[in-house]
């Protein structure tokens, strides 16, 4: 099989090396440049965007920010997976809160703001605090405002006004600030015949907006159970095909959906080494038709984002259960590099481990790691 990767990142990457097992073929095909390549080497494979559609078997996303014209052709050729709409759902939060509605599945209380009244009426409907996201191109916690008090509605709006004039069809939406307890996350796959496997959930903890530290298998099953509904009604809803993950917040033992991302998630990064099967291997499965991988928890696992680093201390390979992954991409400040799986036979040993690991980590490069 020759899968199609919209995205030439570190994701198009490791569906790669977890398609070649299987003789699955990945290309890449890199947005900005209009160019097809390899997802290891970034080498030039084939131009044009009809040559790679013509050639692919099943076409894919590895993000969810990609111009409509291409999904638009990606689409007509049948071979996409999961569809324009699932892409564009988790593209567009007023789509995604839409789909959240129909699909019946608790989210924050929210208002679509369009303009200075609407910025008003929110103050009402929303409540304050509130976090405003402009709708259209965000990720990382960029794009977003938070909203405190009634007397910075001036303030705000000379920096909002600006931002939904610089992009075309752009609005924000204005969500109530949910006081969560954690935020945690269920990576799961749906077959082309309805089939679902999910991992078990994943805490995370974010810093600046970007995700630093994901551990998997530290929830109980009330709030496993309350994901897998959530996760069941969304993918049906949309009849997705493909890795979804699902962002949620958990406020006292009750889940409510942040985001969705139709497509494999660096939150997902664990079950490389932490699971059966991983969400990359189980994501080519999917689109490709082909049986589920099986999603069970081998060890606790963690995993640790390396943002804005290139190198890491040699003595990082020799420490027991722990594997680093580089995406053989330029530093520049911040950048998602690389990140580090660490296995453990227990979440006592697993925490000892981490403790371990920070002894050789720039505090200042991973300060969730080591504070
Ligand atoms: P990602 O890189 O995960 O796609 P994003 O830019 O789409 O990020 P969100 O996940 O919507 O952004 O928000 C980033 C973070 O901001 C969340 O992980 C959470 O910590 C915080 N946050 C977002 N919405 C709210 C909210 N309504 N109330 C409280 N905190 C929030
Ligand atoms: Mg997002
Ligand atoms: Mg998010």
Redesign the pocket.
């Known amino acids: 099989m020759k899968v199609l990767v919209l995205g030439a990142g570190q994701l198009a990457r490791m569906m790669a090396l977890a398609g070649a097992p299987l003789n699955i073929e990945v290309l890449a095909y890199d947005v900005g440049s209009g160019q097809v390549v390899h997802p290891l080497t970034q080498q030039l494979m084939m131009k044009g965007l009809d040559t790679a559609v013509t050639y692919a078997d099943v076409i894919t996303a590895e993000f969810e920010h990609i111009p409509h014209n291409i999904l638009e052709v990606c689409e007509a050729s049948g071979k996409l997976q999961p569809t324009t709409q699932a892409i564009k759902a988790g593209g567009d939060r007023r789509l995604e809160k839409k789909l959240l509605d129909r699909a019946s599945v608790a989210s ?1 209380r929210y208002q679509i703001i369009n303009n200075r009244d609407d910025l008003e009426q929110a103050v009402n409907t929303v409540g304050i605090p509130m ?1 405003l ?1 402009g709708a259209l191109g ?7 405002w938070r909203f405190t008090s009634v007397e910075q509605a001036d303030q705000l709006w000379q920096e909002i006004s600006p931002f939904l004039a610089a992009t075309p069809d752009q609005a924000i939406v204005a ?4 006081p ?1 307890d954690r ?1 945690v996350s269920l990576i799961g796959a749906r077959g082309k015949d309805g089939s679902i496997a999910v991992y078990p959930l994943t805490e995370n903890t ?1 810093h600046n ?3 630093s530290l994901s551990v998997a298998g530290k929830t109980d099953s009330q709030l496993q159970s309350q994901a897998e509904t959530m996760f069941k009604a969304v993918a049906e809803t949309l009849d997705y095909v493909g890795v979804l993950a699902i ?1 949620f ?1 958990d406020v006292g033992g009750k889940l409510l959906v ?2 969705i ?1 139709p497509r494999v998630h660096n939150s997902g990064h664990w079950t490389q080494q932490g699971a059966e099967t991983c969400q990359f291997e189980n994501h080519l499965r999917a689109v490709c038709g082909l049986p589920l991988g099986n999603t069970t928890l081998l060890r606790s696992t963690a995993m640790v984002n390396i943002l804005g680093e290139d190198t890491l201390a040699d003595e990082i390979l020799s420490l027991p259960q722990c594997h680093v992954h580089w995406y053989g991409k330029e530093k520049r400040p911040g950048r998602k590099m690389g990140h580090i799986n660490v296995c453990a036979n227990s979440l006592d040993e697993l925490n000892d481990k981490l403790g371990e690991l920070a002894v050789y980590l720039d505090p200042a490069a991973f300060p969730v790691l080591c504070k």
């Open positions: 924050a976090v996201k965000g990720y990382d916690g960029k794009g977003q969500e109530e600030f949910v969560f935020e974010h907006g970007v995700l962002e917040f942040n985001e991302a």
